[in-house]
């Protein structure tokens, strides 16, 4: 005697049930043979489908596309700011260290890669090199998305901030790692240093980064200034101490100290940063 055989299929992927009538009746053989088959399916559903991840680890991922960046960096240098960028975006790098004679710790020659001489420079997955610290933020920002406001004012407000510390901030620190500086360039440097961070501070206010509420590209290279100036023993006003404090506490900032083999202390660092 044949069976009726209504089926009731779940869709893996929606709430609802489909009903499907088969146009005949079965016999009993055939009924186990459409069972075996649907009860194959719906385990092979099961094994692929993994909820959590929402992925299908039964099945080869593709191949990643996912390109390395090469960020040549000297320990301390202003390149420590691409180097906790990079970091807080979750880009993928790698780090190439620069010697103070301009050679690669892989024994390259560092002008044939950046012909000005200087830290940091970013060698980007077609082989060109981008350098100059604030383009390099720039870009890293733009490739992430992050660290950087789409629009607004605050994004102007954060190219404004890191650009008045790659010229007034960075530019006024030579003479410290110059050891040929006299000491009168020495102490005007200092007092305009002094006048910088506070206008700094003075920006910063009670928020916890430089610009708005959350980190810019401002604040990486702030870091490094303010780890200079402890370095140098120039004075800062007491938010910017509390603001590195705060800062070196983050993730992505210990991490960067840590791969470059940097202490909390700056005083104990190197003597050439530039």
Same mark, same amino acid.
């Given at each position: 005697?044949?069976?009726?055989?209504?089926?009731?299929?779940?869709?893996?992927?929606?709430?609802? /049930?489909?009903?499907?009538?088969?146009?005949?009746?079965?016999?009993?053989?055939?009924?186990?043979?459409?069972?075996? *088959?649907?009860?194959?399916?719906?385990?092979?559903?099961?094994?692929?489908?993994?909820?959590? @991840?929402?992925?299908? +680890?039964?099945? +080869?991922?593709?191949?990643?596309?996912?390109?390395?960046?090469?960020?040549?960096?000297?320990?301390?240098?202003?390149?420590?700011?691409?180097?906790?960028?990079?970091?807080?975006?979750?880009?993928?790098?790698?780090?190439?260290?620069?010697?103070?004679?301009?050679?690669?710790?892989?024994?390259?020659?560092?002008?044939?890669?950046?012909?000005?001489?200087?830290?940091?420079? /970013?060698?980007?997955?077609?082989?060109?090199?981008?350098?100059?610290?604030?383009?390099?933020?720039?870009?890293?920002?733009?490739?992430?998305?992050? /660290?950087?406001?789409?629009?607004?004012?605050?994004?102007?407000?954060?190219?404004?901030?890191?650009?008045?510390?790659?010229?007034?901030?960075?530019?006024? *620190?030579?003479? *410290?790692?110059? @050891?040929?500086?006299?000491?009168?360039?020495?102490?005007?440097?200092?007092?305009?240093?002094?006048?910088?961070?506070?206008?700094?501070?003075?920006?910063?206010?009670?928020? +916890?980064?430089?610009?708005?509420?959350?980190?810019?590209?401002?604040?990486?290279?702030?870091?490094?200034?303010?780890?200079?100036?402890?370095?140098?023993?120039?004075?800062?006003?007491?938010?910017?101490?509390?603001?590195?404090?705060?800062?070196?506490?983050?993730?992505?900032?210990?991490?960067?100290?840590?791969?470059?083999?940097?202490?909390?202390? +700056?005083?104990?660092?190197?003597?050439?940063?530039?």
């Amino acid at each position: 005697m044949g069976t009726e055989v209504v089926i009731r299929v779940r869709h893996p992927f929606r709430s609802h /049930l489909s009903r499907h009538r088969l146009c005949r009746r079965l016999d009993s053989a055939e009924v186990t043979l459409v069972g075996d *088959f649907f009860r194959a399916v719906i385990k092979l559903l099961r094994e692929c489908t993994n909820p959590r @991840a929402g992925q299908h +680890p039964s099945f +080869p991922s593709p191949p990643s596309t996912e390109t390395v960046m090469i960020l040549y960096y000297a320990p301390g240098g202003c390149s420590l700011a691409d180097h906790i960028a990079l970091i807080e975006t979750g880009l993928p790098y790698k780090l190439v260290k620069v010697e103070r004679s301009k050679r690669t710790e892989d024994g390259r020659d560092f002008t044939m890669i950046n012909p000005k001489g200087f830290i940091p420079a /970013l060698e980007l997955d077609d082989g060109s090199v981008l350098t100059e610290n604030l383009a390099i933020l720039v870009y890293i920002a733009h490739q992430a998305g992050a /660290l950087l406001p789409g629009d607004g004012l605050d994004r102007w407000r954060a190219l404004e901030a890191t650009s008045f510390m790659t010229t007034e901030l960075h530019g006024n *620190f030579r003479p *410290f790692f110059h @050891a040929d500086a006299t000491q009168a360039e020495r102490d005007k440097a200092r007092k305009l240093l002094v006048k910088h961070f506070a206008t700094i501070a003075e920006q910063l206010g009670d928020r +916890p980064f430089l610009v708005g509420d959350r980190m810019t590209i401002a604040d990486p290279y702030l870091v490094v200034m303010l780890m200079w100036a402890g370095k140098n023993e120039i004075e800062v006003p007491e938010r910017l101490t509390g603001y590195l404090a705060q800062m070196q506490k983050m993730p992505s900032v210990a991490r960067a100290l840590a791969d470059e083999g940097l202490s909390l202390n +700056p005083r104990q660092w190197f003597t050439d940063q530039r």
